[in-house]
């Protein structure tokens, strides 16, 4: 036996040992979720439990990043973890998460990373459709997109809001990486069309224009639809993401073709439940206020003499009178909080509406 090869064995033999530690330590881990689920079912007898608890993972992720001790990043380190708590609720109890499909969606993506691939990820035709599958209690949580860093924000997942119950539980940011692909079949074939969504195809539109200027671009349902054509139709390419062209088996023809390179998405996720504070939280309201001279500045001062940053505004016509508008507002911090209890009973008094939309960990990873 060679050095090398000697060496080699010691330290296979070092990390067949460390994994066995590994394993017995994830499986002591394990042990103890399944006693949290016995003590949370004791505590709440009859009732419909709620296992999943946002701000408690959002504070197991972050203690995991500050105290990484390296090689691995700490965001790596994290993502392992991500994995190791939806195991164990799983275990405790299966998740069922609707998203806006159909199935190799970035929403599909972000759904993953944000619970972990121990769920079932259930795919629904719309927005609304993730909506009133949460409301219904058919599934668990659901995951919708609210904002594009090149497009803005998506109209429809605010204004489901206006009408909907439901809580926005957590967020989750996700990079967007665009490709253009073809069935492996069809690879050096002329392309006559390229299938997209719009909001994709406005993603990448510098690069068409310089590179397949003139060819045909089609617009449909989702990114998964258009990977899903291109499998079937000769001379047809896609514009889509990773999961969609590993579901479709399909070969990248060119990478990353988003015009910005920090193309990212933020998806919310929508719950049932409200979220206890994490430490590190966001919350969002809808307010509607009268239409009168001086209104907007009153809905924001108690921002600003509280203290509280506000994270975004946004103006959206109101679904109940004509040139009547609610603005959508995110800010830092808890709605327990006192800061915050002072500010949103300031802008109860001079609002028509305030809707507390939720509190929720700011997202980890
Ligand atoms: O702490 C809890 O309440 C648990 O259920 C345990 C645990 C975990 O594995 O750490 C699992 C699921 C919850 O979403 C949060 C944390």
Same mark, same amino acid.
């Given at each position: 036996?060679?050095?090398?090869?000697?060496?080699?064995?010691?330290?296979?033999?070092?990390?067949?040992?460390?994994?066995?530690?590994?394993?017995?330590?994830?499986?002591?881990?394990?042990?103890?979720?399944?006693?949290?689920?016995?003590?949370?079912?004791?505590?709440?007898?009859?009732?419909?439990?709620?296992?999943?608890?946002?701000?408690?993972?959002?504070?197991?992720?972050?203690?995991?990043?500050?105290?990484?001790?390296?090689?691995?990043?700490?965001?790596?380190?994290?993502?392992?973890?991500?994995?190791?708590?939806?195991?164990?609720?799983?275990?405790?109890?299966?998740?069922?998460?609707?998203?806006?499909? /159909?199935?190799?969606?970035?929403?599909?993506?972000?759904?993953?990373?944000?619970?972990?691939?121990?769920?079932?990820?259930?795919?629904?035709?719309?927005?609304?459709?993730?909506?009133?599958?949460?409301?219904?209690?058919?599934?668990?949580?659901?995951?919708?997109?609210?904002?594009?860093?090149?497009?803005?924000?998506?109209?429809?997942?605010?204004?489901?809001?206006?009408?909907?119950?439901?809580?926005?539980?957590?967020?989750?940011?996700?990079?967007?990486?665009?490709?253009?692909?073809?069935? /492996?079949?069809?690879?050096?074939?002329?392309?006559?069309?390229?299938?997209?969504?719009?909001?994709?195809?406005?993603?990448?539109?510098?690069?068409?224009?310089?590179?397949?200027?003139?060819?045909?671009?089609?617009?449909?349902?989702?990114?998964?639809?258009?990977?899903?054509? %291109?499998?079937?139709?000769?001379?047809?390419?896609?514009?889509?993401?990773?999961?969609?062209?590993?579901?479709?088996?399909?070969?990248?023809?060119?990478?990353?073709?988003?015009?910005?390179?920090?193309?990212?998405?933020?998806?919310?996720?929508?719950?049932?439940?409200?979220?206890? /504070?994490?430490?590190?939280?966001?919350?969002?309201?809808?307010?509607?206020?009268?239409?009168?001279?001086?209104?907007?500045?009153?809905? $924001?001062?108690?921002?600003?003499?509280?203290?509280?940053? $506000?994270?975004?505004?946004?103006?959206?016509?109101?679904?109940?009178?004509?040139?009547?508008?609610?603005?959508?507002?995110?800010?830092?911090?808890?709605?327990?909080?006192? /800061? %915050?209890?002072?500010?949103?009973?300031?802008?109860?008094?001079?609002?028509?509406?305030?809707?507390?939309?939720?509190?929720?960990?700011?997202?980890?990873?």
């Amino acid at each position: 036996m060679s050095d090398e090869q000697a060496r080699l064995a010691e330290l296979r033999d070092e990390i067949d040992s460390i994994d066995q530690q590994i394993m017995k330590l994830i499986s002591a881990r394990a042990r103890c979720a399944q006693e949290v689920a016995h003590v949370k079912m004791a505590a709440n007898p009859g009732q419909d439990v709620v296992f999943y608890r946002p701000e408690r993972e959002a504070q197991v992720l972050r203690r995991i990043m500050e105290q990484n001790p390296g090689p691995l990043p700490g965001e790596e380190m994290a993502r392992l973890f991500r994995e190791i708590m939806s195991v164990c609720l799983a275990l405790e109890k299966p998740m069922h998460i609707a998203f806006l499909g /159909p199935l190799g969606t970035f929403t599909q993506a972000a759904a993953l990373k944000h619970f972990g691939h121990s769920v079932v990820s259930v795919p629904m035709p719309a927005i609304d459709a993730v909506f009133r599958e949460v409301e219904s209690g058919a599934a668990h949580y659901g995951v919708v997109p609210v904002e594009n860093s090149t497009e803005g924000m998506i109209n429809h997942t605010l204004d489901m809001f206006m009408s909907s119950p439901l809580k926005i539980c957590g967020e989750v940011q996700l990079r967007i990486h665009h490709h253009l692909m073809v069935a /492996p079949q069809h690879d050096g074939q002329e392309i006559t069309r390229i299938y997209s969504h719009q909001q994709s195809f406005a993603q990448c539109r510098q690069w068409l224009d310089t590179h397949r200027y003139g060819i045909e671009r089609i617009s449909v349902s989702s990114n998964a639809e258009a990977a899903r054509r %291109a499998a079937a139709e000769p001379g047809a390419a896609a514009i889509a993401g990773d999961m969609a062209a590993e579901l479709y088996g399909l070969v990248k023809l060119a990478n990353s073709i988003e015009d910005r390179p920090d193309n990212t998405t933020r998806f919310l996720i929508i719950g049932r439940e409200a979220v206890t /504070p994490s430490g590190h939280d966001k919350s969002s309201v809808l307010v509607s206020m009268r239409n009168k001279p001086g209104a907007l500045y009153q809905l $924001l001062e108690p921002f600003h003499s509280h203290g509280i940053s $506000l994270t975004r505004i946004e103006t959206r016509p109101s679904q109940t009178g004509t040139w009547a508008y609610v603005f959508y507002i995110d800010f830092e911090g808890h709605m327990d909080d006192e /800061p %915050a209890r002072k500010v949103l009973a300031e802008v109860d008094v001079e609002a028509v509406e305030l809707k507390r939309l939720g509190s929720y960990p700011i997202g980890v990873l």
